[in-house]
């Protein structure tokens, strides 16, 4: 089991993610203790990361590129 990221190191993480795949960066970030939480405001979207444990135990959910529209 690996230690979760700290919130600066997850928020550093998501803006690589979007960066890398030509999506918008967040107007605002909120750090907490035990998650981050990134606002989007035209768009009225907030995206919650957890930093748990275990949040590297399904790695799939975090490659963009592994993404389907089912």
């Keep these: 089991m690996t230690n979760p990221?700290?919130?600066?190191?997850?928020?550093?993480?998501?803006r690589r993610l979007l960066e890398d795949n030509d999506m918008p960066q967040p107007d605002e970030v909120r750090h907490h203790p035990a998650e981050v939480v990134f606002l989007f405001h035209e768009k009225k979207l907030a995206v919650t990361v957890e930093l748990t444990d275990d949040w590297l135990d399904?790695?799939?959910a975090l490659r963009a590129d592994t993404w389907r529209d089912d």
Excluded: M, S, V, W
């Design 58 to 60: 399904d790695a799939t």
């Design 5 to 14: 990221p700290t919130p600066a190191e997850a928020e550093a993480h998501l």
